[in-house]
């Protein structure tokens, strides 16, 4: 069972990315997915989920409005980041856990390895 974040890179300020999120191994069908970031020195976040079934999505402050997440199937969901700032720099990892999306990361089961994401000044 396999989690693959890919679609980080070099951005400036202002610019936009899409992160990917593919699962391998099994259907995650029922389950809710979401993006977590981890800035050198600092706690993990959460920074975006979406359930399965009805497609409702949540966001903190810091990100909503610029962040979007989706899923167009039981196996690919995405990230758009628009207006990146340089604190939006962090490794991004996609999540899975069965039922609705958690806030915090030790209510989900799957992780993906994380794709870094730097935004320049």
């Known amino acids: 069972v396999q989690l693959q974040a890919s679609g980080g890179g070099l951005v400036q300020a202002g610019g936009s990315l899409r992160l990917s999120c593919v699962a391998s191994?099994?259907?995650?069908?029922?389950?809710?997915m979401a993006w977590f970031r981890q800035a050198p020195g600092k706690e993990r976040e959460f920074v975006a989920g979406?359930?399965?079934?009805?497609?409702?999505t949540y966001y903190p402050d810091s990100v909503k409005g610029r962040f979007t997440v989706s899923r167009d199937n039981a196996e690919n969901t995405y990230l758009r980041m628009n207006s990146l700032k340089p604190e939006d720099t962090a490794v991004y990892y996609c999540?899975?856990?069965?039922?609705?999306?958690?806030?915090?990361?030790?209510?989900?089961?799957?992780w993906g390895q994380g794709t870094l994401v730097t935004v320049s000044s």
């Open positions: 999540a899975a856990r069965p039922g609705g999306w958690g806030l915090r990361e030790d209510m989900y089961d799957y």
């Open positions: 979406i359930t399965w079934g009805s497609g409702s």
């Open positions: 191994g099994r259907t995650f069908s029922g389950y809710s």
